[in-house]
């Protein structure tokens, strides 16, 4: 197992070959905040497959190449997955695709910011607290300051106190609550991390 005395290797952009785990974890995490609605795991996976940026991603890989986990990232050109229709077609064809993606102008994104979004971290349960999170985030620390920008953000549900805990620790700073996300969904804290 990876721990502390063998960190995980940090790769930026997600090569084709772990497009299908990268897609299997990002969705076993985020499905819920991905669509409004339930989709099997086979279908959700196929979405994030089908909609993900690769280059908008951090891997976190043990020695022999398996992966840990991931961090999406979002800027001012986009984030990791792709909001546009093209996706939910490929998933659900050409007409309930396009009717599932409509369904998604009801989600409330963050506010415009000159920050590197973390556009959720997810480690597979077997590699958590383990420095696999600290390790992407202290990659995309690194990105961040490389493309110029002033400090990373991350959007944590205010009810996930585990969560916030986390980023609490790794330096993270809580700045507001917001309404994001679905418009049954609870506030979020917005937390930064000055760079």
């Known amino acids: ?53 690769p280059e908008g991603a951090l891997l976190a890989l043990s020695p022999s190449g398996r992966l840990l986990g991931i961090a999406g990232l979002r800027d001012a050109g986009g984030g990791f997955l792709d909001p546009g229709q093209d996706g939910f077609v490929a998933v ?13 102008g009801l989600y409330r994104p963050g506010a415009e910011t000159a920050d590197l979004v973390l556009d959720g971290i997810a480690v597979w349960p077997q590699w958590r607290q383990q420095g696999v999170a600290r390790a992407l985030v202290e990659a995309a620390a690194a990105h961040a300051r490389r493309q110029g920008h002033p ?3 991350a959007e944590v549900q205010a009810g996930n106190r585990t969560a916030l805990a986390a980023w609490r620790a790794m330096g ?5 609550r917001q309404r994001l996300g679905w418009p049954w969904s609870a506030p979020a804290h917005v937390l930064r991390l000055p760079l």
């Open 1 to 53: 197992m990876t721990g502390p005395q063998t960190p995980p290797r940090i790769l930026r952009g997600i090569p084709p070959e772990l497009r299908d785990a990268a897609a299997a974890l990002y969705w076993r995490h985020f499905g819920a905040q991905i669509l409004p609605w339930p989709a099997g795991t086979a279908r959700g996976a196929a979405l994030v497959r089908a909609a993900m940026r």
């Open 92 to 104: 659900w064809g050409p007409v309930r695709g396009r009717l599932r993606h409509l369904a998604t």
């Open 151 to 153: 400090a990373l953000r």
């Open 172 to 176: 993270f700073q809580p700045q507001d």
